[in-house]
C-alpha cells in the first residue's frame, strides 16, 4: 500500500482546534483502509519545541511573548501536554528542511502528499519570502498532491499581502485535486487563477476535518485515551471558555452570563494567568481530548475560536463567540471563517459584546443542523474517499509506467470522443488496460470488475457479479487473452441484460515495442 504524508499544523504553540483537525483528519484517512499515514512537520515552532528541552523550550514560541516566569511555566503546562498527545497519536516523518523531508517521505514510501485544515493557505500568517509549505513539493514529480479542507481564512487579500497570496496561489493550482473550507476561499483563488491566466480547477468546498467525525466517534476516542489522562469528573452544570485572545476583555460578561444561567465556569486558560476569580474553575494544560470531553460535557460554550463553534455544534451546544483582537484587524484576516460555518449550517450570527447581545441570541435548531450535517458529511467524505483513490491510481500508474513491465496496448483508438470505460478482467491484460486508461485523455475508468473481487490489495476492484444499472457507462472493455474465456464473458454480460453495443470483447494487441504515449 502507497502511504499518505499529511501536511497541516498541529502544534500551534498549544492550539486545540489546529491539532484535533490534524488529529481527525489522520483518523478519517484511516478509516477508508490508509493504515499508514505520516504527518509532515510544517510547524517550525514544533520542530524547534521537539529538539528543545528546558529553558531552552521556554524560548521556542515566536507567537506567544511571555511578560513573566508564571506565563512561561503555564505556557510549557500546555506544550508538554500537546506533545505527549502528539506522540501518542501521530505518526511523524523526519525532518523539516526540504531535504530531510523527501528522504523520510522516500523511506516510508509517502507517494501521497494530502494538505491538511485549518489556515495554512492564509496569507497573514506568513512572512514574504517565507516558505510555503507546498512550494517545497511542487518539483517532485513522482508525487501526487491534493487537499482537504485547507483555508485562507479571510474574505479579502489587503494590498501588502497580495504578492504573497498570487504565490500562494501559483502553488495551490499545481495540486492534483483542491478542496478549500470557504466558499469566499474557493471564490479568492479562482479570481487570481483567472488573473494570472492558470488553468481553472474544480474546487470543492468541504467541512473542516473535525467534521469528519461524528459526537459518538470522538467520545469513543477520548474514552480510549482515558489511560493516559485523568478526565475531570465534575462535568455538570457549568459552562465552558475558550478565549484565545485578550480574554480579560471579556471576564465581565462571562460572569454576568454564567450567574444568569446559575453555573459555574470552566475557563481554559491559555496565556493569562488571571489570579483567582470566583465562580471560575482554571483548567491549565489541557490534553487535546480533554479539551473535547469538556465540551461534549458543558451546558454552554462561550470562546473567540473557530474551532469552539465546530465542536459546539459537533455536539450539539448553545455557544456565543467575541470577536478575537482588533475588531477591523479580525474582519479582514479571520472573519470568513465564522461567516462560512454559520452559513453552511444556517446558524445566525452568534457574536456578541456584551450582556445584552447574549439576551438577542436565539436558540439552534440543532434537528436542522445535524440534517445539514449529515449530508455535508457525507459529501466531504465522498470526495476525500474518491480525491484518495484518485490519487492512488495516479501514483500506482507512474510507477507502472516507470516499471515498463507491460504487454498489451490499451485499445485507445476505440475512444476518439470522451467515454467511460468499466474493465472486466483482473489478470495481466486487465492490469495493463487499467494503467494505459488512466493514461488516456479520452477514457475514464469508472470501475474494475472481476470474478476475484480482491485480486489486487492495491486497487478497489469490485465484483463482476453485481448489478451494472446504478453505474454511468459508455462501454465494458473485456480484458482477456483467451478467446474462450472472452466469448464466456460476454454471454455472461448479456444475460446482465447489458447491451451488445456496450460490450467490446477483442483480442488484446501485444505491445511489441514497448512504446506509448502518455499524457504530461
Not at 494570472?196 to 467520545?219: G, H, Q, R, T, Y
Not at 491484460?429 to 470501475?447: A, K, T
Request: glycine share 6%.
Amino acid at each position: 500500500m502507497i502511504n499518505i504524508a499529511i501536511m497541516t499544523w498541529f502544534f500551534g504553540g498549544g492550539n486545540y482546534g489546529q491539532t484535533l483537525q490534524a488529529y481527525a483528519l489522520g483518523c478519517a484517512t484511516n478509516a477508508m483502509g490508509w493504515s499508514d499515514v505520516f504527518y509532515q512537520n510544517i510547524d517550525s515552532e514544533y520542530a524547534d519545541y521537539s529538539r528543545a528541552t528546558g529553558q531552552e523550550a521556554l524560548k521556542m514560541s515566536p507567537r506567544h511573548i511571555f511578560n513573566d516566569e508564571q506565563q512561561s511555566a503555564l505556557h510549557m503546562c500546555r506544550l508538554r501536554s500537546f506533545d505527549a498527545f502528539i506522540r501518542r497519536h501521530f505518526n511523524l516523518l523526519d525532518g523539516y528542511s526540504k531535504k530531510e523531508m523527501e528522504i523520510s517521505m522516500i523511506k516510508n514510501d509517502c507517494r501521497v502528499i494530502l494538505c491538511g485544515g485549518d489556515q495554512i493557505w492564509n496569507p497573514y500568517y506568513f512572512e514574504e519570502g517565507g516558505d510555503i509549505y507546498i512550494s517545497k513539493f511542487d518539483d517532485f514529480i513522482n508525487y501526487c498532491s491534493l487537499s482537504y479542507g485547507s483555508s485562507i481564512g479571510a474574505n479579502e487579500i489587503t494590498s501588502k499581502k497580495k504578492e504573497l497570496f498570487e504565490e500562494f496561489t501559483i502553488c495551490i493550482n499545481k495540486l492534483n485535486s483542491v478542496s478549500i473550507r470557504e466558499q469566499s476561499g474557493k471564490e479568492l483563488l479562482e479570481n487570481e487563477w483567472k488573473k494570472n491566466k492558470l488553468p481553472i480547477k474544480c474546487i470543492n468546498v468541504v467541512l473542516d476535518p473535525a467534521f469528519l467525525l461524528s459526537s459518538d466517534e470522538w467520545i469513543s476516542l477520548t474514552e480510549e485515551d482515558h489511560k493516559y489522562i485523568e478526565f475531570n469528573k465534575s462535568y455538570k452544570n457549568y459552562i465552558l471558555c475558550y478565549i484565545v485572545g485578550q480574554s480579560r476583555l471579556h471576564l465581565n460578561t462571562i460572569g454576568q452570563i454564567a450567574q444568569e444561567m446559575g453555573k459555574q465556569i470552566h475557563y481554559i486558560v491559555m496565556d493569562e494567568e488571571l489570579g483567582e476569580i470566583n465562580n471560575f474553575d482554571f483548567l491549565k494544560g489541557l490534553d487535546p481530548l480533554e479539551f473535547v470531553w469538556e465540551v461534549a460535557h458543558a451546558d454552554y460554550v462561550i470562546g473567540d475560536s473557530y474551532h469552539a463553534a465546530v465542536f459546539s455544534i459537533i455536539f450539539n451546544k448553545e455557544f456565543a463567540l467575541f470577536k478575537r483582537d482588533d475588531r477591523e484587524e479580525w474582519n479582514y484576516k479571520h472573519d470568513g471563517r465564522m461567516e462560512q460555518l454559520c452559513r453552511t449550517f444556517e446558524i445566525e450570527n452568534r457574536y456578541i459584546e456584551s450582556i445584552d447581545d447574549y439576551h438577542s441570541l436565539s436558540q439552534i435548531d440543532y434537528n436542522s443542523v445535524n440534517n445539514i450535517l449529515n449530508v455535508e458529511r457525507e459529501n466531504s467524505l465522498r470526495y476525500l474517499r474518491q480525491s484518495l483513490y484518485d490519487a492512488y491510481v495516479n501514483v500506482f500508474v507512474k510507477r507502472y509506467v516507470e516499471n515498463g513491465d507491460y504487454y498489451f496496448l490499451f485499445p485507445k483508438d476505440k475512444f476518439n470522443t470522451y467515454k467511460k470505460i468499466i474493465i472486466y478482467g483482473a489478470g495481466a491484460v486487465g492490469y495493463h488496460y487499467f494503467c494505459q486508461g488512466n493514461l488516456c485523455e479520452s477514457v475514464s475508468i469508472v470501475m474494475w470488475v472481476d470474478k476475484e473481487k480482491t485480486r489486487y490489495e492495491e486497487i478497489p476492484i469490485d465484483s463482476a457479479d453485481r448489478n451494472y444499472d446504478d453505474v454511468d457507462f459508455d462501454y465494458i472493455l473485456i480484458a482477456n487473452n483467451d478467446e474462450v474465456q472472452r466469448n464466456e464473458i460476454k454471454r455472461f454480460l448479456l444475460c446482465k441484460k447489458i447491451p451488445e453495443c456496450k460490450i467490446i470483447c477483442k483480442a488484446p494487441i501485444k505491445n511489441k515495442d514497448k512504446r506509448y504515449e502518455t499524457k504530461n
